[in-house]
């Protein structure tokens, strides 16, 4: 039951990340910490470009890989007619709204912010005709959005991963689709974090409980064939 207006005290923390400073991204020794070979299947994958809106990326000093390599994985895909999926947060109409939410992270899109292309895709990797646009409500992609519903109409069985942030909605998207049998590749060098600590602890996580670790180089080499 939602709690009422009364009984709602402040969160402890602000919604807003702070400014994250830039770091370097991780490389080929955390793809050897990996316990599964897949491999990657074009015709049956799809490519999840999580959460890059200018909300959460105007957070980073420095994008500029995160970026580039986003940007590098969405035209691979689009070159072989994978599908593409964008995952986006909304603003909720009330605070209420968010449920837990609201205790962890306060008011979030909205609450510290009036800007209203707060909720658009970074304009370098708009959607475009054709790519799938899901709203989400918690952390995964899949929670009361029908992804998985797409994915099983469309054969898709591989999910590539990147975007932000990767220890939070990355990480449990990805180990949501390992949960309905749906085999996550997790970009590694294509996700971005609050902190370079937090990018690798996520990088130690997602090879030893749901996915594997791949860089952005050997996905589009594979897309390519």
């Not at 599964?36 to 994958?45: E, K, S």
């Not at 837990?100 to 009036?114: I, N, R, V």
């Amino acid at each position: 039951m939602p709690r009422s207006k009364a009984s709602r005290r402040p969160p402890l923390h602000n919604a807003l990340v702070p400014s994250i400073a830039a770091y370097e991204m991780p490389g080929v020794s955390y793809t050897q910490e990996n316990r599964v070979a897949w491999t990657l299947q074009p015709t049956r994958a799809a490519l999840l470009v999580h959460d890059m809106q200018n909300y959460w990326v105007n957070r980073f000093e420095n994008p500029k890989v995160l970026l580039a390599n986003c940007e590098a994985l969405l035209n691979a895909a689009r070159a072989v007619g994978m599908s593409i999926i964008y995952s986006v947060a909304r603003r909720e109409a009330r605070p209420e709204d968010r449920g837990l939410a609201y205790d962890m992270w306060g008011e979030g899109m909205g609450g510290d912010s009036s800007d209203p292309t707060d909720e658009d895709v970074v304009p370098l990797l708009c959607p475009q005709n054709g790519d799938l646009v899901v709203e989400k409500h918690k952390y995964s992609a899949f929670f009361r959005t029908g992804l998985e519903d797409v994915l099983r109409e469309k054969g898709i069985d591989q999910l590539l991963v990147a975007g932000v942030y990767a220890h939070h909605g990355c990480l449990l998207s990805a180990a949501d689709a390992y949960m309905r049998d749906v085999k996550p590749f997790f970009i590694i060098d294509a996700v971005a974090d609050h902190s370079e600590e937090q990018h690798l602890m996520t990088c130690r996580i997602v090879p030893s409980l749901c996915g594997q670790n791949v860089l952005t180089q050997q996905m589009i080499s594979t897309m390519r064939g």
